[in-house]
Each structure stands twice: as C-alpha cells, then as structure tokens.
C-alpha cells in the first residue's frame, strides 16, 4: 500500500522541510472512523455526516478565491468529478471553515451567486465558520480532501492530485488521487494511495 504522510513528523522537522504546522489542528488517523459532525448548509439544510453512514462520502475544502481551487472549477474538472461520482451514489459534501471577514467567507446572496456562478454538482456546500470541524479533521488547505468509505472509515485523505500546481493544464497530466480512491472502493478493492500532502492555500480559520 503506498502512504504519504507528514502527518506525524514533529512541528519542528515539518516546518524545516516547508511543510507547514499547527498544533492546533488534529490529524485524523487512516483506518479509523471519520469525525462526526452537524452542519448547516447554504440553502439552510442541516447535514449530519452519520446520516450518510452506508454510503460513500467525500470531504472537500473550499474557498473561491483560492487560485488552486480556481484551477479546478475554471476547468471544469472538479465540476465533472462530482457529477461522476454522485452519479454512482457517492455523497460529496463541501466545506468552507472561512472565518467571518476571512478571505472566502461569503453569506446569504453573495453565496448563492457564487454557488451558482461555479455550477457545483456536490450533495452540499456547508458552511464551518467557526473551523471546528476543519480544525477536528486536520484540514489544512483549499482544496484539501477526504475520503470515507461506506462504514464510516477514513481511508483516503490529502491532495485531490499528484501534480502541485495552480495551472489548469496540468489537471490531465496528474493523477487523481480521490477518483483513485472512489474507484477502487466502488470496485471492492484495496486503496493503493491512502494519504498524500495536501496543497493549495491555507484555510482561512
């Protein structure tokens, strides 16, 4: 099984290799079950993570502004990505922990016309403004993804790809890892990439 991780390296080795840390955030372990949680959703719907417990959920950090999310919508491709699979019963639940006055942070119209603007096939868009649950997962960066299988195990969490890059083009060149991981779910079979680096922005806590 190929892991990545850098998960568990101490804050001072992982801040010496660029990596980034903060002892504020948990890191949510592969192969146990994922953190519940309770969120409201744009539209005003109330989404709990255990009410999808026999079904496959993805995790998907967001912020607008971030251009390594732009990449993703502005192509298109992530779009096509969440059609594809909630097409075969998979929910996939966007999250933004902005803070209020936080780059990202968007409420009532403002939200909607972006929502609208960026033609989101997700199940959701839920709104974190206080981080809890972006804090209790570990998330770390727009976009940062998870992935939890059917009985509410955590097997997939990290990069949405291989290539760390805000350009467009190199979308076709990289290997998904999420659609990696789906696939190899929805197929019954072993997940050979379980945790990656994520990349992108920060999260705006």
């Known amino acids: 099984m190929h892991r990545l991780s850098f998960g568990n390296l101490p804050c001072v080795l992982a801040l010496g290799l660029g990596l980034g840390c903060s002892p504020a955030h948990a890191q949510v372990s592969i192969g146990e079950t994922a953190p519940g949680f309770t969120l409201t959703a744009a539209d005003g719907s109330s989404h709990s993570l255990e009410a999808y417990r026999g079904k496959i959920v993805v995790l998907e950090w967001i912020n607008f502004e971030c251009?390594?999310?732009?990449?993703?919508?502005?192509?298109?491709?992530?779009?096509?990505?969440?059609?594809?699979?909630t097409g075969k019963d998979v929910v996939w639940l966007i999250?933004?922990?902005?803070?209020?006055?936080?780059?990202?942070?968007?409420?009532?119209?403002?939200?909607?016309?972006?929502?609208?603007?960026?033609?989101?096939?997700?199940?959701?868009?839920?709104?974190?403004?206080?981080?809890?649950?972006?804090?209790?997962?570990?998330?770390?960066?727009?976009?940062?993804?998870?992935v939890i299988d059917a009985k509410g195990v955590l097997v997939y969490q990290g990069a949405i790809d291989s290539i760390r890059s805000a350009r467009p083009a190199?979308?076709?060149?990289?290997?998904?890892?999420?659609?990696?991981?789906?696939?190899?779910?929805?197929?019954g079979e072993a997940l050979r990439t379980t945790q990656t680096e994520p990349y992108g922005c920060s999260v705006k806590y």
Do not use: C, W
């Not at 968007?106 to 909607?112: K, P, R, S």
């Not at 190199?170 to 197929?187: F, G, T």
């Open 67 to 85: 251009p390594f999310v732009q990449k993703h919508y502005s192509s298109g491709a992530m779009q096509q990505l969440q059609s594809r699979y």
């Open 95 to 146: 999250i933004n922990s902005s803070a209020t006055g936080k780059q990202g942070h968007y409420e009532g119209d403002e939200l909607a016309d972006r929502i609208a603007k960026a033609k989101i096939n997700a199940d959701a868009y839920l709104l974190d403004t206080k981080g809890e649950v972006g804090r209790r997962y570990g998330a770390r960066t727009t976009p940062h993804m998870y």
């Open 170 to 187: 190199d979308i076709s060149k990289a290997d998904n890892y999420v659609a990696l991981a789906l696939d190899a779910l929805l197929a």
